[in-house]
């Protein structure tokens, strides 16, 4: 008579192992509950759309103020500009104190080719460049400009509205003392 040893499990019985078991043996095992996290450089792969015309990614999540696209990073929680990220993913740290400038005049753009770390004056007188016309229209050219100081800064003024505001005015002027 054969005598079989119980305790001892045969080949066909497959033992099912718990979750603890199998995270003692050094296997990647969630608990309930428990996501993974993508690393924030591969979520941020997902939020824009190269666009083919002008070679700008289109920003396509979350915007903040002035059209620029905001990120929000996973792990210090905190929200940030997403040209700022993509500067500092693709090209290195942003130096102190300057600010990521736009090259192709497109706030929700976060290519890095045409992004530009440079001081905020230098970024404010490339958005004064960008103004080449009074707000009625007249073009700014040297002869129909006036640079007047206006609280410590040289500050642009159309000479052709300026015209046309004295006119209105002497045109009041004459209207009233002709009893109008
Ligand atoms: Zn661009
Ligand atoms: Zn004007």
């Known amino acids: 008579m054969i005598s079989y040893d119980l305790r001892i499990p045969t080949q066909h019985i497959r033992i099912r192992r718990r ?6 043996a050094g296997e990647n095992v969630l608990r309930k509950g428990q996501k993974i996290y993508e ?3 591969v979520r941020f792969e997902r939020l824009y759309i190269p666009e083919p015309n002008t070679g700008c990614w289109l920003w396509i ?9 905001a990120f929000r990073l996973s792990r210090p929680r905190r929200q940030v500009l997403a040209h700022r990220f993509s500067y500092e993913e693709f090209i290195g740290p942003i ?3 300057l600010t990521v400038d736009h090259q192709c005049n497109n706030p929700c753009c976060v290519n890095p080719d ?3 770390a440079m001081t ?10 960008s103004i080449t016309h009074c707000p009625k229209g007249h073009a700014y050219i040297p002869e129909n400009t006036r640079i007047q100081m206006c609280e410590g800064y040289k500050t642009r003024v159309c000479r052709e509205c300026g015209r046309l505001a004295d006119a209105a ?3 009041r002027k004459k209207a009233k003392k002709n009893g109008f």
């Open 114 to 116: 045409h992004l530009k």
């Open 120 to 129: 905020q004056l230098e970024n404010g007188r490339r958005y004064t460049q």
């Open 61 to 69: 999540g979350a915007m903040s103020f002035g059209g620029r696209g």
């Open 169 to 171: 005015y002497y045109r």
């Open 95 to 97: 130096p102190e104190g």
């Open 39 to 41: 690393p924030d450089a």
């Open 19 to 24: 979750g603890w078991q199998r995270r003692m």
